[in-house]
Structures are given as C-alpha cells and as structure tokens.
T-cell receptor
Framework: DTEVTQTPKHLVMGMTNKKSLKCEQH?????MYWYKQKAKKPPELMFV???????INESVPSRFSPECPNSSLLNLHLHALQPEDSALYLC?????????????FGQGTRLTVV | AQKITQTQPGMFVQEKEAVTLDCTYD???????LFWYKQPSSGEMIFLIY??????QNATEGRYSLNFQKARKSANLVISASQLGDSAMYFC???????????FGPGTSLSVIP
C-alpha cells in the first residue's frame, strides 16, 4: 500500500474562515511534507516533519499552521488566507527525511480563497 | 541557484514512439537521489522511477528508464512506446542526504499525439 490520503479534495473558503487540510499515510513513513503548487509550476516545499517534529519551515506565513498529531497524520490549519493562497496543496511522505528514498504524494487539495 | 534544470518546457511525441525528457542537476553532496514524477491534469503526483547516486546501473521500471550520467550531472527520463495516457507534466526531482527536502525542477509538459 503506497497510498497517501488527503481530505478534502476541494475547498472553497473565505478570507475570514478557519479550515484544516488533512493527510494520512499507513506506510510507516517517518517524514511527511506539505507542498504548495500553483498552476503550471513545480511544487514548492512548505513544511517538513521528521519523526513527528517540525524540521523545516520554508518561511511560510503564519496563516498556515502545520500539525503532526502522530506518525500517520499531518494537518495544515488555515486562517485568514489571501486570494493568492489559492493553489493545489500536496501532502507527501517518505521513509525518513535525508534518506534519498522516494516520496509518495496524495491527490492534493484544490484550495480556492474568495 | 536552481538545483534542477529541465530545458524542455513542452514536448510532443507520436504515439508508440520513444521520447527522452532532459534533466540536469547540481549538487556537491556525494549522496543524493534522483526521481521522476508524472502529474496528469487531475493533479496527483505519481512516482515513476528512482536513481541513487551510488547506483552503478541505470534504473528501469517497465516503459520508463533513467539515463544517468553522473559526470555530466544528468538524469534523463526515457519513455518507450508512448501511449496517449502518458500526456502529462513530468517533473525531475532530487533529494540530498544533507537536507530533508525533495526539490523539483520546473517540469516538462508532454503531449502524445495519436
């Protein structure tokens, strides 16, 4: 099973809303990632969790707040977003960060901020 | 400085023909991994093939093969016998042992013509 599950698949939210994106994997992977992808661009790394601890924050605005409740789950809490935050948000996992192994991605959440 | 270069923004190939997608990379880490991902219009990021920096043989996975030329720092993807379902964005990506992140190139859009 190489599945990473993301919910919801689509999300429309207002600029004053609070919402959360969820990501789950059951492959025993110890590294999990959030990426943001704009149309026709490569994914841009936002956060890396290694063994449930935040190891990388790529200078992401505080309106994005990640959380890793356990080794299988990764959340991204959203608050007071801007229209320019509309994008595809991809979650990924790999065996462990820095191990040069493939990362498996979820299907993504298409976020629209209105 | 961009670590991964994909010089072909768009490519066309006739169905059943082979196609090569170019990728060059830059790293000073002796231990790294190179990956190719396929992203159809649906948005999911599909892992295709992996090459480790110490691997002596070129990686192959079904119709996909990776032409790894370490001295030239290139990792080209070869797709044999193209199918209509191969039409998608293709991203070359890299990990380095010293960093906990997967870095993506700008991508190549491949269109397979019947």
């Amino acid at each position: 099973d190489t599945e990473v599950t993301q919910t919801p698949k689509h999300l429309v939210m207002g600029m004053t809303n609070k919402k959360s994106l969820k990501c789950e994997q059951h492959m025993g992977h110890r590294a999990m990632y959030w990426y943001k992808q704009k149309a026709k661009k490569p994914p841009e790394l936002m956060f890396v969790y290694s063994y449930e601890k935040l190891s990388i924050n790529e200078s992401v605005p505080s309106r994005f707040s990640p959380e890793c409740p356990n080794s299988s789950l990764l959340n991204l809490h959203l608050h007071a977003l801007q229209p320019e935050d509309s994008a595809l948000y991809l979650c990924a996992s790999s065996q462990a960060a820095g191990r040069n192994t493939e990362a498996f991605f979820g299907q993504g959440t298409r976020l629209t901020v209105v | 400085a961009q670590k991964i270069t994909q010089t072909q923004p768009g490519m066309f190939v006739q169905e059943k023909e082979a196609v090569t997608l170019d990728c060059t990379y830059d790293t000073s880490d002796p231990s790294y991994g190179l990956f190719w991902y396929k992203q159809p219009s649906s948005g999911e990021m599909i892992f295709l093939i992996y090459q480790g920096s110490y691997d002596q043989q070129n990686a192959t996975e079904g119709r996909y093969s990776l032409n790894f030329q370490k001295a030239r720092k290139s990792a080209n993807l070869v797709i044999s016998a193209s199918q209509l379902g191969d039409s998608a964005m293709y991203f070359c990506a890299m990990t380095e042992t010293s960093y906990d992140k997967v870095i993506f190139g700008p991508g190549t859009s491949l269109s397979v013509i019947p």
